[in-house]
Nanobody, 127 residues
Framework: QVQLVESGGGSVQAGGRLRLSCVASGYTGSRYSEAWFRQAPGKEREGVGYRDSDGMTHYADSVKGRFTISRDNAKNTLYLLMDSLKPEDSGMYYC?????????????????????WGQGTQVTVSS
């Protein structure tokens, strides 16, 4: 059974830093994809960044240069390090996975590219 559990959210002032964690379990294949999404109230869920099992990463233009995705395979944990946070980065952050393969380039930051989702962790950035 695939499970994703996010943590690390909180409140921070603009310009600050947060690191989100997503503990993954239930999949052990050699090819898989993982991603971070966020959703602000009244808005659609949007892709923040992607990482596949080969270490390839891909970021939304809005976070490029500020956010970094990494993974500790020994802990089966995906991380999202967020620097220089802005109020518009506020929202519920979710991790997601496609356990059977890499996600096609066109779907990497789209909801339909993923099969499993965590419950989310809230990030609030104040100005």
């Amino acid at each position: 059974q695939v499970q994703l559990v996010e943590s690390g959210g909180g409140s921070v002032q603009a310009g600050g830093r947060l690191r989100l964690s997503c503990v993954a379990s239930g999949y052990t294949g050699s090819r898989y994809s993982e991603a971070w999404f966020r959703q602000a109230p009244g808005k659609e869920r949007e892709g923040v960044g992607y990482r596949d099992s080969d270490g390839m990463t891909h970021y939304a233009d809005s976070v490029k240069g500020r956010f970094t995705i990494s993974r500790d395979n020994a802990k089966n944990t995906l991380y999202l390090l967020m620097d220089s946070l802005k109020p518009e980065d506020s929202g519920m952050y979710y991790c997601a996975t496609k356990t059977s393969d890499w996600v096609a380039w066109s779907l990497r930051l789209r909801v339909e590219g993923y099969d499993y989702w965590g419950q989310g962790t809230q990030v609030t950035v104040s100005s």
